[in-house]
C-alpha cells in the first residue's frame, strides 16, 4: 500500500500561484511515477502532469502546458505541482497519485494507470 497526503490548495486569484504537495509513505517511493489530476462536479478525472520515477520524464495536459511544472523530491518523499498563470477554470479538486511503471522514463496519463491516490485538494482561482 501507498498512502498519499495532499496539501497547499486554496483560494488564489486569476493570475496567481499555488505549489501542491504530495506526501508519499508506505512503500519505496523512487518505485513509482507519480501523476497529478483534477476533478469537477459533473466530469471526469482529467489528467494534468505526470513525473517518472527517476524524476527524468515529464508531461503534461495541453490546458497546463507552460504553466505548471511538475516535480519531485524522492529524499522527502514527495511530488509537487507548482501552478503558475492561474485561470478560473483551473479551479478543481488536484488529486495526486502513483503509478508503477514498466520503465524509468514511463509516465501514467490515465486514471486506470495509477494504483493509488491521495483524497484530493481543493483549488479554487476567483476572476
Known amino acids: 500500500q501507498v498512502q498519499l497526503v495532499e496539501s497547499g490548495g486554496g483560494l488564489v486569484q486569476a493570475g496567481g500561484s499555488l505549489r501542491l504537495s504530495c506526501a508519499a509513505s508506505?512503500?519505496?517511493?523512487?518505485?513509482?511515477?507519480m501523476g497529478w489530476f483534477r476533478q469537477t462536479p459533473g466530469k471526469e478525472r482529467e489528467f494534468v502532469a505526470a513525473i517518472s520515477r527517476n524524476g527524468g520524464s515529464t508531461g503534461y495536459g495541453d490546458s497546463v502546458k507552460g504553466r505548471f511544472t511538475i516535480s519531485r523530491h524522492n529524499a522527502k518523499n514527495t511530488v509537487y505541482l507548482q501552478m503558475n498563470s492561474l485561470k478560473p477554470e483551473d479551479s478543481a479538486v488536484y488529486y495526486c497519485a502513483a503509478a508503477l511503471p514498466s520503465s524509468n522514463s514511463w509516465l501514467p496519463s490515465r486514471r486506470y494507470e495509477c494504483a493509488y491516490w491521495g483524497q484530493g485538494t481543493q483549488v479554487t482561482v476567483s476572476s
Open positions: 508506505g512503500r519505496t517511493f523512487t518505485n513509482y511515477a
